[in-house]
């Protein structure tokens, strides 16, 4: 059996090394067919031109997460957890967990839900342990939504959070805040809250349709909003606005899978789940996008 690698998760930690995570299948057969029998980790040392595989798995790798500047957590299809610390060359078993976004091996924040008079909230919780312990932080979203949340950890006091509601149909509300000290305050941003409200309340430039996938920003505000279904969101301004890109990243057609955003206006973008999986790239803050490197299906 030949088997065919197509991405569907993607990391960097800088423009130029990160890691890609795959499903295998047989080449004889179309994807959806079930004979995707296993998974990889292909690491990159070139900005995502190419890879070689550094672990091979029993299942598809569909989810990567960043751990300081080279450590990552890997999540397969059969919710089996590896990490590495070492730049993707090493890999080691952990136990499964809930999702923590880290900014470092030590420091990392997440959200815990929980009920209130029959009433959905979120908890966020940072820890400086590896995870040992957490504390209680003001959590934005109560000031909006509070089904889920995303959030970008950029430096420790320099956080982007994206607050989300209940998806449906395709469509899901969202809020934007960032916070420069370390969440203690929080700033508003762009949002779209109009699911079961009356009236309008859409600002900044993001829409109802679409579940956000990622979010990624730079230190100096230029940042990317990833969905599924919907279509990818580029902010110049530390997410107060947002600038739709249907035409790169097609609504229903292409899925993302992963994001990176650096200074000087340099991005990337995994389109994994569409007919034509590719890696894009842009050099000038998202105004213009090229093909870094296309799979095939098949």
């Known amino acids: 059996m030949r088997l065919l690698s197509t991405p569907d998760a993607f990391v960097l930690w800088n423009k130029h090394d990160g890691l890609l995570g795959t499903t295998r299948c047989d080449v004889a057969h179309d994807v959806h067919e079930g004979l995707c029998v296993s998974g990889s980790i292909e690491r990159t040392s070139d900005g995502g031109r190419t890879y070689h595989v550094v672990l091979r798995t029993r299942s598809p790798v569909l989810d990567l997460r960043t751990v300081g500047p080279a450590g990552a957590i890997a999540t397969t299809v059969k919710e089996q957890t590896w990490r590495t610390l070492d730049g993707g060359r090493t890999w080691r078993r952990v ?11 030590q420091m990392g924040v997440s959200f815990r839900g929980y009920f209130v008079h029959n009433q959905g909230r979120l908890a966020l919780r940072v820890t400086h342990d590896g ?3 957490w ?5 934005p979203c109560e000031k ?16 982007w959070v994206v607050c989300l509601g209940q998806p449906g149909a395709g469509n899901e509300d969202k809020a934007i805040y960032s916070t420069h000290d370390a969440g203690k305050t929080w700033k508003a941003g762009a949002a779209t809250l109009l699911i079961g409200r009356p009236g309008t309340h859409e600002h900044g430039g993001i829409q109802e349709y679409g579940y956000p996938e990622g979010l990624t920003f ?5 940042g990317l909003l990833t969905e599924s279904r919907g279509t990818l969101y580029v902010s110049r301004d530390g997410g107060v606005r947002f600038h739709a890109e249907p035409k790169v990243a097609r609504p229903e057609v292409d ?3 992963g994001a990176a955003t650096f200074r000087g206006g340099i991005g990337f973008v995994l389109l ?7 890696l894009i790239e842009t050099h000038d803050y998202g105004r213009t996008w090229s093909v870094v490197r296309r799979w ?3």
């Open 135 to 139: 504390q209680r932080q003001p959590d």
């Open 296 to 298: 095939r299906r098949s």
């Open 144 to 159: 909006s939504i509070a089904f889920s949340a995303t959030a970008d950890l950029v430096s420790p006091k320099l956080w």
């Open 218 to 222: 730079a230190p100096g505000g230029w």
């Open 272 to 278: 994994a789940d569409g007919p034509r999986p590719r």
């Open 95 to 105: 136990p499964s967990q809930p999702v923590v976004y880290w900014l470092t091996a």
């Open 255 to 257: 899925f993302a899978g």
């Open 131 to 133: 995870g040992r312990t």
